[in-house]
């Protein structure tokens, strides 16, 4: 009998720590800010009379299939350098003249377009982990080209979707007072809002709404991804790339996708296009259909019609298990093979569009 008390005693002082566990995880993911606000009742309502897509409270793509099949590649053994990636270090950042279209890669997804005197700042994560926590997650790999005291004055900042690695809550924080406009994807309006953000300058779109500000006109384009910054609330924001056009130029941000027919989309709408930005790292058996194999971006990049392809989503944090360098060697070979125009500027290194073509340094290839 004593046996069994003192069986009974652990076993409920077991399940009191774990109440308390799960109590302290729920408060957690409601309570803690970087993990965001969800959009509401009213939200919703919106959202569903917008878009046969959206039902039970979440954004669906436009065709089913399974997010994580449970395979997995072979992990690397160089998934990280042996020591930090170097950057081109940015102390200031001056705009460029009327006409021009430059190009600042940061690392991952991160990038500074300027077009004429307009400064577009994409999915800007500037932390050293993709996280909602500074003690854990996953650890920049590469120098910091730009630090957040030195991001200049922003005309419009685009967040393609909530994952932690493209929607940084310290960074939104520290420079929204130099942020006009925000151009993002329904949902994503609502945290920015709860973290203090004024409406004002909020945009919030579907798939294939476009805005106008200052001759520049911004498209969110559909993409094959997911969102979820809280496990418990997946998909209560949409997800989405950026085709930005002006009378002179144009830039086109695939954001996180898998390969489909919507680039061949984008060219029937929109022609032929200057310079794409697109996902082509962090790939993964197991997760084909929400991000591209590099030989798949090239191809996208055919499908498009665009005159330059400069690889994204690498660089910086390791999420995947292919190694750190994998991304530019696969998209330079298939570029070759197929006939794509590729530049590879190094981190933090500004590409001014006139001189695209001298950007094609291996650079990666003395630091594996």
Not at 201 to 224: C, F, M, N, R, V
Not at 323 to 342: C, I, M, N
Request: charged content about 25%; glycine content about 8%.
């Amino acid at each position: 009998m004593k046996a069994l008390k003192k069986c009974g005693k652990v076993l409920l002082i077991i399940v009191i720590l774990l109440a308390v566990i799960l109590l302290i995880g729920l408060l957690f993911l409601k309570f803690y800010p970087p993990i965001g606000d969800a959009p509401g009742k009213d939200e919703q309502k919106e959202y569903a009379d917008k878009t046969d897509l959206y039902y039970d409270k979440q954004f669906h793509n436009e065709s089913d299939f399974t997010v994580m099949t449970g395979d997995q590649d072979k992990k690397s053994s160089k998934t990280v350098p042996d020591k930090k990636l170097p950057a081109v270090k940015i102390e200031s950042v001056e705009r460029a003249a009327d006409g021009e279209l430059k190009v600042t890669w940061l690392g991952h997804s991160t990038s500074l377009i300027q077009l004429g005197d307009k400064n577009i700042f994409i999915d800007p994560v500037l932390s050293d982990r993709s996280s909602p926590v500074g003690f854990a997650g996953p650890e920049r790999f590469s120098e910091l080209a730009l630090e957040i005291e030195n991001v200049p004055d922003i005309d419009v900042l685009f967040i393609s979707h909530d994952h932690y690695d493209h929607l940084d809550y310290n960074v939104i924080k520290a420079i929204d007072g130099r942020v006009s406009h925000y151009v993002v994807p329904l949902g994503i309006d609502v945290m920015l809002k709860g973290w203090g953000v004024d409406e004002s300058k909020l945009h919030p779109l579907y798939w294939w709404e476009s805005i106008e500000l200052d001759g520049i006109t911004y498209t969110l384009t559909p993409a094959q991804h997911y969102t979820g910054r809280n496990p418990l609330k997946m998909n209560v924001t949409l997800w989405g790339g950026l085709y930005i056009k002006n009378s002179t130029h144009s830039v086109y941000y695939s954001g996180d996708t898998g390969y489909y027919d919507v680039f061949e989309q984008v060219y029937e709408r929109f022609g032929e296009t200057e310079l794409m930005l697109a996902d082509s790292g962090q790939y993964d058996s197991g997760w084909n259909e929400t991000h591209m194999f590099p030989e798949q971006t090239v191809q996208a990049a055919k499908d498009v019609h665009a005159k330059w392809l400069i690889p994204v989503h690498w660089g910086a944090f390791v999420l995947s298990n292919h190694s750190w360098y994998d991304p530019p060697e696969r998209a330079v070979k298939a570029a070759e093979e197929q006939g794509v125009s590729l530049a590879t500027p190094r981190l933090g290194q500004t590409v001014n569009y006139d001189d695209v073509s001298s950007f094609n340094e291996h650079w990666w290839e003395k630091y594996k």
